[in-house]
């Protein structure tokens, strides 16, 4: 596919545009989810992202900015910490060499939504699972070493930063994001296999120099750190997407708490009014050897259908409804009364 081909003229925005040059089949052949891909081309294919005012400089964002920021360390400094500070801090702090890590962007940019619904659709997520993180630094800041929980196409919009991406050996699918840290996540490391890294891996590792119009797409779980060479504003479109043990959480939760004896509290457990152990021991038993009944239950067939839905129509504990007046007016009371 040419350049000429995506019309870089047009303010449209698509996965098409992220996915140059390989076009949308290849990628999702050889890529999506599971493989790293690195995009090369011109910075207009993505003029819908430089007519957007907020994005044309780390200034013009977080005066619009309606929350705190997140600010990571230089890699030469010693702080171990992630900041979170208002964006005037952060501001400061960019400037003496803080990498600024601005996540859920839309919030403060509306602009950005029509884009990440059109890339929702693109790639067949559910509205939601996606959203836009900007990362800013100065020379010689960056990411510290990790790994994420999501997958995301990050797209260099200013300056030049330098990757170093590694296959993750230990684990795959990880549940949250890592950062290559002692000690190591514990939950994250009672499901890794053989011995954890320390620094960043350079096993099958690869270097990538990123310029504006360069698309780096991470996927999830992928070793990575980065460095700037020179002032450096790039902006993520992250994938969340929902894991199918949450999935599977949220329904065994729905369908437990139609049962009176799972929407009990557990009796008194410690002190000299508590209930025996076994006591408890039995109690629970008895509700383990009830969930057979609700697995029996399950259906594939069923659970995709209900889980194709929009999400915000899923697990609805109450419907919203216009409260009903029950009584009118009271002697020396104001009213309606409702409930």
């Not at 990628?27 to 690195?38: G, I, R």
């Not at 013009?60 to 309606?66: C, G, H, M």
């Amino acid at each position: 596919m040419s350049e000429d081909s995506l019309d870089l003229g047009s303010t449209a925005f698509n996965l098409r545009a992220l996915t140059h040059p390989l076009g949308l089949d290849e990628f999702f052949a050889n890529h999506w989810p599971t493989k790293l891909f690195v995009g090369q081309g011109d910075m207009n294919r993505f003029r819908a992202l430089l007519q957007i005012p907020e994005l044309g400089s780390i200034e013009s964002l977080l005066s619009v900015a309606s929350g705190p920021i997140r600010l990571w360390p230089p890699h030469q400094n010693n702080h171990e910490g992630t900041l979170v500070e208002p964006p005037e801090q952060a501001l400061r702090l960019y400037r003496a060499g803080w990498t600024i890590y601005f996540n859920q962007v839309e919030q403060s940019v509306p602009a950005l939504l029509p884009l990440i619904r059109r890339l929702e659709a693109d790639l067949g997520l559910h509205t939601g699972h996606v959203a836009t993180e900007v990362f800013a630094s100065h020379a010689s800041a960056g990411a510290r070493p990790h790994c994420d929980f999501d997958f995301g196409f990050n797209v260099q919009i200013r300056g030049q930063k330098t990757w170093r991406l590694c296959p993750n050996r230990n684990f795959s699918n990880p549940h949250t994001s890592v950062i290559i840290e002692t000690p190591f996540n514990p939950e994250v490391a009672a499901y890794s296999q053989g011995e954890l890294p320390r620094a960043m891996p350079t096993e099958d590792g690869i270097e990538v120099v990123a310029e504006p119009g360069t698309v780096v797409f991470i996927p999830r779980g992928m070793w990575h750190t980065t460095v700037a060479t020179e002032p450096s504003f790039a902006l993520t479109f992250a994938c969340k997407g929902t894991m199918w043990s949450q999935y599977l959480t949220q329904e065994f939760q729905q369908r437990l708490q139609r049962f009176a004896p799972w929407r009990e509290f557990p009796d008194r457990w410690v002190g000299e009014n508590g209930v025996a152990k076994a006591a408890r021991e039995k109690k629970l038993a008895v509700l383990i050897e009830g969930l057979k009944e609700v697995v029996e239950e399950l259906s594939a067939n069923q659970l995709i259908k209900t889980w194709s839905q929009p999400r915000a129509d899923l697990y609805e504990v109450a419907v919203e409804k216009k409260p009903e007046v029950l009584a009118g007016p009271i002697d020396g009371h104001p009213g309606p009364f409702v409930s």
